[in-house]
């Protein structure tokens, strides 16, 4: 079992940034997806942003153009920064790595960001 942690969330006013992090107990450096996904209160999770291994970065509609996705696999760490924050972006996240297509993700118990003035 690997455990996952995330770390960074809080509060952030509007137009503000946010860099979270999500720490794994074991490389990761040869995982097949890295992602970030977050939950609003009373809407569906969503998917914000997501490493492949064979494709790159992919992001969710409501954060491309202002977020990125990262990675450190000598701290088996992934990043997530987002700018421009607005009170849509108010969520749980949540951090998932796969080590395998065929295998389940391994879940952070996630970090509440909330924007707001």
């Known amino acids: 079992q690997v455990r996952v942690v995330e770390s960074g969330g809080g509060l952030v006013q509007p137009g503000g940034s946010l860099r979270l992090s999500c720490t794994a107990s074991?490389?990761?450096?040869?995982?097949?997806?890295l992602a970030w996904y977050r939950q609003a209160p009373g809407k569906q999770r969503e998917l914000v942003a997501m490493?492949?291994?064979?494709?790159?970065?992919n992001y969710g509609d409501s954060v491309r153009g202002r977020c990125t996705i990262s990675r450190d696999n000598a701290k088996n760490t992934v990043y997530l920064e987002i700018d421009r924050l607005n009170s849509e972006d108010t969520a749980i996240y949540s951090c998932?790595?796969?080590?395998?297509?065929?295998?389940?993700?391994?879940w952070g118990q996630g970090t509440q960001v909330t924007v707001s003035s």
């Open positions: 998932a790595v796969r080590k395998f297509t065929w295998t389940d993700p391994f």
């Open positions: 074991e490389s990761i450096f040869d995982y097949y997806t």
């Open positions: 490493i492949v291994s064979t494709s790159g970065p």
